[in-house]
Structure formats: structure tokens, C-alpha cells
């Protein structure tokens, strides 16, 4: 290492930690230099040194904080698209399966009026503008063909994630949805019926 110092090069970027006398941690860069006497031959070396702990601490946060957020969207079941105000994905959780595109790698970078049914692009445009202007949660469902899986409903919820990108929690509602409409067909006949329709429980008594 001395070697080049020795040769007239500064020796720059050398990541160091030092541990205090109160046992915190700081981390440093060092570059160092020698120092020349008027023969020109090496008497000592300089060392200067930047205190980079902060930045080492908000950037271990950070990484720590994106685990935590990853391993949570992992068990979730919802999906998550991130849009800027051009309704282009900038970031995105959810398996090709899911998705309504799915002749295509990755939807980051892709415009959503280019990779979706012209109904749903300017719905879900009308929505980042609402949710831009008003900085308030969107909340709205919505219906797509998905291959291989026929129609699937979602709700989506709409937040301001920046000054001009939101991000959508999507939930598959599905099942909620096909539940209901089987009980408002049941409705509809039990209404209609000239029979009379007692609905009990598995007890037997009525509900």
C-alpha cells in the first residue's frame, strides 16, 4: 500500500472503521499522502480522513427497510404497482399469472395505455390524477380478462407516493364478488317465488 504513496500517488478510498472509547462505530475514508523533506526523500505520511458515518448508517437503514418491505409484499397476497403521472410503471409486485400482459418480460417502463384494454388505461389514469391533486387515498374496483384465468375483479387502493408517482395496493376480490352476486340472484328468485322460503341455520332454526 506504502508502495505508491512512496511513488508520489495518493492512496484514496480505503473504507476504515474505528471503534471509540464510548464502543460506537465510525466508519471513514482515508487518503493518504507523503510527505517530502527539501531532499526530496520521505520523511512521514498524511492522513485525511472523512467521517462517512451517517451516510453508512442511512444507508444500512435504508437497505434494512427495503428488506422489511420486500419480505412483506413476499407473504402478502396483494399486488402492488408503482405509476409516475404518465401512467408509466416504474416498479411493480406480482407473478406474470396475474398480470394482464403477459407477453412481456416486465412491465416497468411500459405505458399502461400501450399494455391494457383502452377502458381500464384511462380509468386507472383518471385515478393517479385524483390522487395526485388531492393527495388523498383513491379506492375503486375494477374488472380484466386475465389469460389463462378468465375475468377477475379487484379493488385497488391509490396512494401519493411522491410528488408525481402514486402506488396501488390491489386485492383480488374474486371470490367476494362471485358470493355476491350468487346471493343477490338467490334474492331476486326467493322474492319472486309464489313458494314460501324459510332459511335456517344447521341447527335448524330460523336465521
Do not use: W
Not at 505520511?45 to 467521517?51: G, L, Q
Not at 389463462?148 to 383480488?172: L, T
Amino acid at each position: 500500500m506504502l508502495d505508491k504513496v512512496n511513488s508520489g500517488q495518493s492512496l484514496s478510498d480505503i473504507d476504515m472503521v474505528y471503534r471509540t472509547y464510548d464502543r460506537k462505530d465510525r466508519f471513514m475514508i482515508s487518503r493518504i499522502y507523503s510527505v517530502r523533506d527539501e531532499k526530496d526523500e520521505i520523511c512521514g505520511y498524511v492522513f485525511a480522513n472523512t467521517n462517512i458515518t451517517e451516510r453508512v448508517q442511512a444507508e444500512t437503514a435504508l437497505k434494512e427497510s427495503e428488506m422489511r418491505a420486500k419480505a412483506l409484499l413476499e407473504i402478502l397476497p396483494d399486488l402492488m404497482f408503482r405509476l409516475n403521472k404518465q401512467s408509466v410503471f416504474l416498479d411493480y409486485h406480482a407473478k406474470k399469472s396475474d398480470l394482464y400482459a403477459q407477453h412481456i418480460d416486465t412491465i416497468i417502463g411500459e405505458n399502461i395505455h400501450d399494455i391494457t384494454p383502452p377502458e381500464f388505461a384511462a380509468l386507472v389514469e383518471t385515478k393517479i390524477q385524483h390522487t395526485l391533486d388531492s393527495g388523498e387515498m383513491q379506492t375503486f374496483e375494477y374488472q380484466l380478462p386475465i389469460p389463462g384465468r378468465g375475468v377477475i375483479y379487484y379493488e385497488a387502493r391509490m396512494v401519493k407516493s411522491g410528488a408525481d408517482e402514486v402506488i396501488a395496493i390491489v386485492r383480488d376480490v374474486t371470490e367476494r364478488k362471485q358470493t355476491e352476486e350468487q346471493l343477490q340472484i338467490l334474492s331476486v328468485a326467493t322474492e319472486q317465488s309464489p313458494i314460501s322460503v324459510v332459511i335456517t341455520n344447521i341447527n335448524g332454526n330460523i336465521e
